[in-house]
């Protein structure tokens, strides 16, 4: 499986903007980015997941840079509930793959 | 339309007890994962389950662990024999099928704890 490498740790303001990168150079051409997070004490959920253009839901925004070796989730204003352990992964869709590999994540902590 | 649900929240087995952890998916859902969460670390693959089938257990203990998705009821995580080094968060995850866009819904996990 390709692998993801993410900040151990961000800050970031209430209510300002975070940027959330991974790095991801060895991803295949089938391989999707998903993003899940988890919160204190609870399990994994799903945030957002791309391909190759830019997507946006209601939680967040994935930003995939042209060669799709690394990708920014972008939480528009973050909110105190936004702390959690943020998880970029790779999963290929072709080849059956059901697994998700986690890594360590993105500790972010959020400041009022 | 009730998420995934895992069952007991917290447990609490001293040494050489066994530990039986359940879990139901989501309506619908006929693919069950479990992962265990060491503190302070990453989710761990353990097992793929779909009903009455095991079809991936390559990330089980090869022993006193063994897990089931029987046709009727929820999934079973059965740890024999708990040791101290089996105390971890086990979370559990459902999703309708692998196709590209099935992410998957965990519940909030059961805590085990062995004294």
């Known amino acids: 499986d390709a692998k993801t490498t993410q900040p151990n740790s961000m800050e970031s303001n209430e209510e300002e903007p975070v940027h959330l990168p991974c790095n991801h150079s060895t991803i295949s051409g089938t391989d999707y980015i998903h993003w899940y997070r988890q919160l204190p004490s609870q399990g994994p959920e799903y945030v957002i997941h791309g391909l190759t253009s830019n997507v946006n839901n209601r939680m967040a925004s994935l930003a995939i840079a042209e060669d799709r070796k690394s990708s920014t989730l972008i939480l528009h204003r973050a909110t105190l509930r936004d702390a959690a352990v943020y998880y970029c992964i790779l999963r290929d869709h072709t080849s059956g793959t059901y697994k998700y590999i986690f890594g360590t994540g993105t500790r972010l902590k959020v400041l009022a | ?115």
């Open chain 2, 1 to 115: 339309n009730a998420g995934v649900m895992q069952n007991p929240r917290h447990l609490v087995r001293r040494r050489g007890q066994e530990a039986r952890l359940r879990c139901s998916p989501m309506k619908g859902h006929s693919h069950v994962y479990w992962y265990r969460q060491l503190p302070e670390e990453g989710l761990k693959f353990m097992v793929y389950l779909q009903k009455e089938n095991i079809i991936d257990e390559s990330g089980m203990p090869k022993e006193r662990f063994s897990a089931e998705f029987p046709k009727e009821g929820p999934s079973i995580l059965r740890i024999q024999q708990v040791v101290r080094g089996d105390s971890a968060a086990y979370f559990c995850a459902s999703s309708p099928g692998t196709g590209w866009d099935y992410g998957y819904t965990f519940g909030s996990g059961t805590r085990l704890t062995v004294v």
